[in-house]
Every structure is written in C-alpha cells, then in structure tokens.
C-alpha cells in the first residue's frame, strides 16, 4: 500500500473556483509530520505547510488552507478562489520513521496536477 | 545563503558511462538526501544521510551509490548508466535527522541516458 496517497491525478477548475487536494497517508510511527510542496512549471519544489502530528488545529494562509484529519489519516489542501498563478504540480509527503525508531524518511504521493484555466 | 546547490543542471549519458551528480549545501544541515522524479511517479528516494560517514538506503537504491565525507557535500554517483535512469534528480537538505524541521531543495539534475 502506498503510505501517501493522492488520487487525484490531475485537476482543471475555471479561476475563482475554489478546489480541494486529497492527501492520504499511512503510518505506524507516533511523532511524524505532513507537507504540502507545490511545483510549478519551471520545476523547483516550493516549500508550503510542515504538520506535526500532535497539532490537529486547521491552518489557513491567505488562500490556502489545510485540514489536518488524524482519525482519517487526511491533510487536505484547499485553495479558495483560484488563480491562474495556482497551476502546478502539487505533492503531499510524509516524514515518519520505517521502524518507529531512528532516521526520518520523507515520501512523497504521486502528485496532482491543477490546472486553472482563465 | 545559497542553500543547496546542484550540479549540472543537464547532462546526457551514453548508456554504460560513469557520473557524478554534486550536491552542496551551506547551512550546516546535518540531514541530506536525493530523490528522483519519474512522470506520474512522485519523487522517490534513493538514499539519505544523517551525518558524515553515515548513509543508508533509500526506495530506489539500486545503481546508485553515495558517500559522505564532510557536512556540505553528498554527491551521488552512477557507475554504470542506464537508460532507466533518465530522470530528473533532486537533493534535499534538512536539519536534524530530517524530521519536521523542513527540507531545503535544490533546484533539480536533468539526467539522459541514451
């Protein structure tokens, strides 16, 4: 089983439409933490949001908002209001440790691309 | 700060050819690590270090191999590519033993093997 999951694959929604990111994840590990990265057509990973896994408070910048759902292993990402500017690639990752102990590894989901059209 | 710093930004291999993709960081990271990017495939990690002399494996270990003699470089080395290694490589950086800290990237290696 994948530990992130984001199912949706690509995304197309008319600017100012608000949208939703699906994140899934998978773990055993008790201290972890959640990111969200976005990557827009020139390639660079911008960084977005760090979750730890004690803090379930929902979290809002500007547009952007994420809730943080630990009874159904969820950290989804909601842009409100879409711009064009918003299209990239998007990527949930998950920081936990394989064994419960020792290094932290972060893996990434699959991506989902956004597309705004104008 | 320049952060983390990779080289070369594109490079084309014959198939059998041996490389060296550099990573260099400047902000004391004690965590670094590479992944690669594959279309639809997310970025995977191939492997990691907490420390100098310390590495291990990561998803995709295999064709890759990696050291780390000082704090500021993990270079990752192709001894023998192949054209299953086209990919786009990224390095990362992380404070700690990569935790929640946050992870720096760097800006990305275009890799073709032809």
């Known amino acids: 089983a994948q530990k992130v999951t984001q199912a949706q694959t690509e995304i197309s929604v008319v600017e100012k439409e608000d949208v939703t990111l699906d994140c899934v994840y998978e773990?055993?590990?008790?201290?972890?933490?959640l990111f969200w990265y976005k990557q827009p057509p020139s390639g660079e990973l911008v960084f977005l949001i760090r979750?730890?896994?004690?803090?379930?408070q929902n979290e809002i910048s500007g547009r952007y908002s994420w809730n943080f759902q630990k009874s159904t292993s969820s950290f989804n990402f909601t842009i409100t209001a879409s711009q064009v500017v918003d299209s990239a690639v998007y990527f949930c990752?998950?920081?936990?440790?394989?064994?419960?102990?020792?290094?932290?590894?972060?893996?990434f989901g699959k991506g989902t691309k956004l597309s705004v059209i104008p | 700060n320049a952060g983390v710093t990779q080289t070369p930004k594109f490079q084309v291999l014959k198939t059998g050819q041996s490389m060296t993709l550099q990573c260099a960081q400047d902000?004391?990271?004690?965590?670094m690590s590479w992944y690669r990017q594959d279309p639809g495939m997310g970025l995977r990690l191939i492997h990691y270090?907490?420390?100098?002399?310390?590495?291990d494996q990561g998803e995709v270990p295999n064709g890759y191999n990696v050291s780390r003699s000082t704090t500021e470089d993990f270079p990752l080395r192709l001894l023998s590519a192949a054209p299953s290694q086209t990919s786009v490589y990224f390095c990362?950086?992380?404070?700690?033993?990569?935790?929640?800290?946050?992870?720096?990237f760097g800006s990305g290696t275009r890799l073709t093997v032809v």
């Open positions: 990752a998950l920081s936990d440790r394989v064994s419960g102990a020792g290094s932290y590894q972060l893996t």
């Open positions: 773990t055993r590990d008790t201290t972890y933490y």
């Open positions: 979750r730890n896994s004690f803090d379930e």
């Open positions: 902000m004391n990271h004690e965590y």
């Open positions: 270090s907490v420390g100098a002399g310390i590495t």
């Open positions: 990362a950086s992380a404070r700690g033993t990569g935790a929640g800290y946050g992870y720096t």
